[in-house]
């Protein structure tokens, strides 16, 4: 397995592996949302990675930029979305991703990651609700306890307040 950034021309296989991994119910507004960060121009970098079986995209992540509400302060990112086509699940292929993106993080000196998600997955990589909750999304959220931050450098870091994202994950649905 091999993972790589992704470009412009990996869009549709990109939309394709989120059709596949999510229920129908979230299918179409995910891989919309994935397509459309892979095309969003914005000064601070958007990450967006493929990993790679036999050629084929098997599964992908994106983690985006986040700003202090308050002073529009880049501290941090936020990692969404993630998914790997089901026939590719449980081969690690979904934490590799994860560790690539917070290894480009740390080296970027972003200090803060943010996910929205399940506890039980993303606490394996040392992702908390505690250091999250001092810092308010952008939308109210349906779940509450899915909010998970991982402090990644040791840098002064805000200590909390609201925060706010890029244009394609400012929809309040996503949330
Ligand atoms: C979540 C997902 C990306 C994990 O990818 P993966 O390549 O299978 O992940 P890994 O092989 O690294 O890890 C598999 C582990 O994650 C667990 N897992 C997968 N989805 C999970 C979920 N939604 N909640 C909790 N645990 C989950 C598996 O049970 C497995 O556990 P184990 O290590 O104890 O056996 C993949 O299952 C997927 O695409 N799911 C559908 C889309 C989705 O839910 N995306 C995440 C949104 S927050």
């Known amino acids: 397995m091999k993972i790589r950034e992704a470009t412009i021309d990996d869009a549709e296989n990109i939309r394709n592996v989120y059709l596949q991994a999510f229920d129908d119910s979230e299918a179409q507004m995910v891989s919309d949302f994935a397509v459309n960060l892979l095309k969003e121009n914005h000064p601070v970098k958007i990450i967006s990675l493929v990993a790679i079986e036999n050629k084929e995209i098997v599964g992908h992540i994106a983690f985006s930029?986040?700003?202090?509400?308050?002073?529009n302060e880049n501290f941090g990112y936020i990692l969404a979305p993630l998914a790997v086509s089901p026939e590719f699940q449980k081969n690690e292929i979904g934490s590799s991703l994860v560790k690539f993106g917070l290894d480009i993080i740390s080296k970027l000196g972003s200090i803060i990651v943010f996910v929205y998600g399940d506890t039980q997955y993303y606490s394996r990589f040392g992702f908390k609700t505690?250091?999250?909750s001092n810092f308010e999304?952008?939308?109210a959220l349906q779940l509450p306890e899915g909010w998970h931050a991982l402090k990644l450098n040791?840098?002064?870091s805000p200590e909390g307040g609201k925060i706010i994202c890029v244009d394609s994950l400012s929809d309040p649905d996503l949330w």
Do not use: H, I, M
């Not at 930029?65 to 002073?71: D, G, N, Q, W």
């Open 65 to 71: 930029p986040v700003f202090l509400e308050s002073t």
């Open 154 to 156: 040791s840098g002064v």
């Open 137 to 139: 999304p952008p939308y």
């Open 130 to 132: 505690g250091l999250a």
